[in-house]
């Protein structure tokens, strides 16, 4: 005849195991959607200056001064066509691009915009800054620098600048 606590304790282990897998699960959803996250904050003005050097690769001026923000009914009183094209046309001061490595190669959000990183031929790298309010492109403005040399975003805490250094990397292969 079985006794009254012969039954006790009967299921707990399997109890335990639920318990423990489902706050795996939550653990790893959660850290799997903030990653997610962060890799692809900066999407949409990554593709607005991706459109941009689309243009610019292609040769089609116009369209890629459009995507600066400048049109022939809203011209940009500080910089004309013919300052883009001196900036970005074949016959650029500092170095052409180069179809072959014009692209991206870093971007960071910083306050109200985004500071994205073009490689623009072996010798020019430029810093384009994207307004998130209205997606106009400009270069970017002048930032500190650290005690190393990198620039890092006014009011931006060192924990996100030691985030966007490590993991920010794996944004990269997203970029091109």
């Known amino acids: 005849m079985p006794g009254y606590l012969d ?12 318990v423990f897998r489902s706050i795996v699960a939550v653990v790893v959803v959660v850290v799997v959607a903030g990653l997610g996250w962060y890799l ?14 689309d243009d610019v690769r292609r040769g089609d001026y116009q369209a890629a001064y ?16 013919d300052k883009f094209n001196e900036d970005w046309g074949k016959a650029a001061k500092d170095s052409p691009p180069d179809p072959a490595i014009l692209g991206l190669t870093d971007s960071e959000t910083c306050n109200s915009g985004v500071l994205l990183t073009v490689s ?4 020019r790298e430029e810093r384009l800054w994207v307004d998130k309010s209205n997606d106009a492109i400009s270069f970017a403005p002048t930032l500190p620098v650290d005690r190393a040399g990198r620039t890092v975003c006014p009011g931006k805490s060192p924990f996100a600048n030691m985030v966007h250094r490590t993991i920010g990397r794996l944004r990269r292969p997203l970029l091109r």
């Open 40 to 53: 692809l904050k900066n999407h949409h003005q990554e593709s607005v200056v991706k459109t941009f050097l």
């Open 7 to 18: 039954q006790y304790g009967a299921g707990e282990e399997e109890r335990n195991r639920i």
């Open 120 to 123: 623009v031929s072996s010798t």
């Open 66 to 81: 459009r995507d600066w923000g400048c049109t022939a009914t809203k011209a940009c009183s500080d910089y004309t066509f």
